[in-house]
């Protein structure tokens, strides 16, 4: 479990022949942790067994609480809350219904552990987010999908287009079934080192200054550098047959969006901290 997170990545590499013996990524022991299984059906007792066998402490929770082998204890839909914060990895099985729809939302999300690992392989509609919100605010049927889905699901038409970043979309192949790309720029990506503030305040004010320097330094050129490759590879996907359109009336997409965001940062404090923090940045 604790390697699910790095197997995205190597199977990326591999695409294009690169061959790291470096293990980037530091496997989690599972061993004494606690997974919280959501949805404890046939396929959510099969990962109990197997959690069992790694020596995790196991919760399930179900519509009907029942005695059920290799959980420690079953808790009921209603007890979500409840289980959450005592999680180390949380694996969404849940089926898709009335009552399991946008079952998980940022309110779930605050109060899990902020290093819990979330496992989703349910359907999208279980988890609801701002991205999701946004694609059906301009008019689309979006839906959450596992990533080694999507290729099959272009060359099937079972989708119409996906939304992702460049180095993704090569890497799995999407230009092979999606011809045209839209620019849309809609996302912001920050770079900046994030720091306690408590922390940063004891600091002397010459030390403050070096990491300030240090911190703006990083983010430019890390910018400038994700700025090349980002036109290297569209470039790339332009060059292996997909049509590229920029003319996208982008303020027309934000203001049909803007009642999602409105409603996230009114429901998220802590998110809208870090909104204005960044926004004021950008403003710079």
Known sequence: MGSEMCI???????????????????????????VG????????????????????????????????EYFDEVYSNDDLDKVLPLCDFVVIVTPLTDATRHMFNMDKFRIMKKTAVVINIARGPVVKEVYINTWNAWGAS?????????LTALQQGTIDACDNVNNVCI???YQQ????????????????????????????PELQDVITKAAKKAALDCTKNLETKNAEQLEEMVTGGAEKT?????????????SVYDKFLSNNEQGAKYYEAITALAAK
């Not at 920029?246 to 803007?258: G, I, L």
């Open 8 to 34: 995205r990545d190597r199977y990326r590499r591999q695409l294009k022949h690169v061959w790291n013996k470096k293990f980037e990524c530091q496997p989690l022991e599972a061993e004494g942790m606690t």
């Open 171 to 173: 890497a799995d192949g």
């Open 177 to 204: 079934y999606a011809k045209y790309i839209s620019v849309m720029e809609y996302a912001t990506h920050f770079n900046g080192i994030t720091m306690n503030e408590k922390k940063f305040e004891s600091l002397t």
């Open 246 to 258: 920029d003319n996208v009336d982008k303020a027309a997409f934000k203001e049909a969006a803007q």
């Open 37 to 68: 299984i959501i949805g404890a059906g046939a396929i959510g007792c099969e990962v109990a067994r197997l959690s069992k066998a790694l020596g995790m402490t196991v919760l399930g929770v179900k519509r009907r609480v029942t005695s059920l």
């Open 142 to 150: 979006a839906q959450t999908m596992p990533g080694n889905e999507v």
